[in-house]
């Protein structure tokens, strides 16, 4: 027999309202009923006090970033510059080390509210290149630290071919080549999926495949029904030597070979021409922006309004983790484009915490994953109302008060598959997370 585990919310987001007192049942990971007007906890009920909203998803990570934090924002320098710094970082990982580092940081994220990630991996193989044992075994280090965290993982697992347009991978990034698409494809097939984990694919940028190699990553993606990711126009450089290399922009070579469509989520879309937002909107192809990297890293403002009027679903990632909280992604893009337009209003709160959870978690293959309803899965996450930040008025009619006051610190619980992760504050598998990543992020740094 099934057993069922109750959730009493003190608020919760009912996807278009807040609603007071309201208990969730949960079985077998997903949520069976939602009980309206229910004032008080129910014996055995769990009670999470304060404003429940369904789990973040945090579309776009690069877990070893994480170790880059404070490191990349002294002085000046460009994202070219910023590049190398990473190289350095990515040189020390071992299967080891990346566990301990990447099993913190999604730990952080956890106690953001985040309950999936979508990690574009691309550190597969020793340094210099050569494959491990276990030609899987960094993937397989991801994939253990996320569930030992106690967070869905969506591992795109990235094709890196080139340092530029046909030329061959540099000395850093031969570690990331498995020097064709198809021995890449062969490698990523004997990756299974989990209960917690799902495999997808991503293309790291029009730089770093060649363009004869973009459809077998394609294929790759779209005969398994699985999501596929690229980074595209993030630096007006990428766009200058696409355009070299093959007159035209990097939008439409992707179009050209057949890697756009509502399975393809293109991170940060920032440089697009308008011939471009067009391709990427009647095709369905979605956009994850990354505000607090592509203002950290001086890449520019994306045009997020003109991408979702084309038809392009809208997502959010946290990337370069200068810092981790999908709060600050959602109002950092209305807050940019009312900066740009010196207008205000361009997303409503509850399309912004749509963007941060529901369509986030489909862009990462979580069908279900990001409501609050009867067979949805049972992933969300509490803030409280009693923080120097949120401390006013109740939030009886909307979300603003988490999109536009809240911060990842005022999360007091997190809910993933019916399991309490994050409970008053505290991980429950990774209790001392300052002091995990301090000690991983130190290892790295030597």
Same mark, same amino acid.
């Given at each position: 027999?099934?057993?069922?585990?109750?959730?009493?919310?003190?608020?919760?987001?009912?996807?278009?309202?807040?609603?007071?007192?309201?208990?969730?049942?949960?079985?077998?990971?997903?949520?069976?009923?939602?009980?309206?007007?229910?004032?008080?906890?129910?014996?055995?009920?769990?009670?999470?006090?304060?404003?429940?909203?369904?789990?973040?998803?945090?579309?776009?990570?690069?877990?070893?970033?994480?170790?880059?934090?404070?490191?990349?924002?002294?002085?000046?320098?460009?994202?070219?510059?910023?590049?190398?710094?990473?190289?350095?970082?990515?040189?020390?990982?071992?299967?080891?080390?990346?566990?301990?580092?990447?099993?913190?940081?999604?730990?952080?994220?956890?106690?953001?509210?985040?309950?999936?990630?979508?990690?574009?991996?691309?550190?597969?193989?020793?340094?210099?290149?050569?494959?491990?044992?276990d030609p899987n075994a960094m993937g397989a280090a991801l994939i253990?630290?996320?569930?030992?965290?106690?967070?869905?993982?969506?591992?795109?697992?990235?094709?890196?071919?080139?340092?530029?347009?046909?030329?061959?991978?540099?000395?850093?990034?031969?570690?990331?080549?498995?020097?064709?698409?198809?021995?890449?494809?062969?490698?990523?097939?004997?990756?299974?999926?989990?209960?917690?984990?799902?495999?997808?694919?991503?293309?790291?940028?029009?730089?770093?495949?060649?363009?004869?190699?973009?459809?077998?990553?394609?294929?790759?993606?779209?005969?398994?029904?699985?999501?596929?990711?690229?980074?595209?126009?993030?630096?007006?450089?990428?766009?200058?030597?696409?355009?070299?290399?093959?007159?035209?922009?990097?939008?439409?070579?992707?179009?050209?070979?057949?890697?756009?469509?509502?399975?393809?989520?293109?991170?940060?879309?920032?440089?697009?021409?308008?011939?471009?937002?067009?391709?990427?909107?009647?095709?369905?192809?979605?956009?994850?922006?990354?505000?607090?990297?592509?203002?950290?890293?001086?890449?520019?403002?994306?045009?997020?309004?003109?991408?979702?009027?084309?038809?392009?679903?809208?997502?959010?990632?946290?990337?370069?983790?200068?810092?981790?909280?999908?709060?600050?992604?959602?109002?950092?893009?209305?807050?940019?484009? /009312?900066?740009? &337009?010196?207008?205000?209003?361009?997303? #409503? @709160?509850? =399309? %912004?915490?749509?963007?941060?959870? *529901?369509?986030?978690?489909?862009?990462?293959?979580?069908?279900?994953?990001?409501?609050i309803e009867p067979g949805a899965l049972a992933d969300f996450t509490?803030?409280?109302?009693?923080?120097?930040?949120?401390?006013?008025?109740?939030?009886?009619?909307?979300a603003e008060t988490a999109v536009f006051a809240a911060t990842g610190?005022?999360?007091?619980?997190?809910?993933?598959?019916?399991?309490?992760?994050? /409970?008053?504050? &505290?991980?429950?598998?990774?209790?001392? #997370? @300052?002091? =995990? %990543?301090?000690?991983?992020?130190? *290892?790295?740094?030597?």
């Amino acid at each position: 027999m099934t057993s069922t585990t109750t959730y009493w919310m003190e608020h919760a987001w009912l996807d278009t309202y807040v609603e007071p007192g309201v208990a969730v049942d949960v079985s077998d990971g997903r949520i069976t009923a939602v009980r309206k007007g229910v004032d008080t906890p129910e014996a055995g009920a769990l009670a999470l006090r304060g404003l429940t909203l369904p789990g973040l998803s945090n579309a776009h990570s690069h877990a070893f970033h994480r170790a880059l934090r404070g490191a990349v924002q002294v002085g000046s320098g460009t994202f070219w510059t910023w590049r190398e710094v990473m190289y350095g970082v990515a040189s020390r990982l071992t299967p080891d080390s990346y566990y301990a580092l990447a099993r913190a940081v999604y730990a952080e994220m956890a106690l953001a509210g985040i309950t999936s990630v979508g990690e574009f991996h691309y550190v597969h193989h020793a340094p210099g290149g050569t494959p491990y044992a276990d030609p899987n075994a960094m993937g397989a280090a991801l994939i253990a630290a996320a569930e030992d965290a106690g967070i869905r993982l969506t591992l795109l697992d990235t094709a890196y071919l080139s340092s530029g347009f046909g030329a061959p991978p540099n000395s850093h990034q031969l570690r990331f080549s498995d020097g064709t698409a198809q021995r890449w494809a062969e490698r990523v097939s004997g990756l299974a999926d989990s209960a917690l984990v799902r495999h997808g694919a991503a293309i790291h940028s029009v730089r770093a495949v060649p363009a004869a190699e973009l459809a077998t990553v394609a294929r790759w993606a779209q005969d398994r029904g699985a999501p596929l990711h690229v980074h595209l126009s993030e630096q007006t450089a990428e766009n200058d030597a696409c355009q070299a290399a093959h007159g035209c922009t990097p939008t439409q070579l992707l179009a050209d070979h057949g890697v756009l469509g509502p399975g393809t989520t293109g991170v940060h879309n920032t440089h697009l021409t308008d011939a471009d937002i067009k391709l990427l909107g009647t095709s369905g192809t979605g956009t994850c922006m990354c505000p607090t990297t592509e203002r950290d890293l001086a890449d520019g403002i994306g045009p997020a309004v003109a991408l979702q009027r084309a038809g392009s679903p809208l997502s959010l990632g946290s990337d370069s983790h200068a810092v981790i909280d999908l709060f600050e992604e959602a109002r950092a893009m209305e807050l940019n484009e /009312r900066l740009r &337009t010196r207008t205000r209003g361009h997303w #409503t @709160a509850a =399309a %912004l915490l749509r963007a941060a959870s *529901a369509d986030g978690h489909a862009a990462l293959g979580w069908a279900g994953a990001g409501v609050i309803e009867p067979g949805a899965l049972a992933d969300f996450t509490t803030i409280a109302l009693d923080t120097v930040r949120t401390a006013g008025p109740v939030p009886i009619l909307g979300a603003e008060t988490a999109v536009f006051a809240a911060t990842g610190a005022d999360v007091r619980h997190t809910v993933v598959g019916g399991r309490h992760v994050v /409970r008053d504050g &505290t991980h429950a598998s990774v209790p001392d #997370t @300052a002091h =995990a %990543l301090s000690a991983s992020i130190a *290892a790295l740094h030597g």
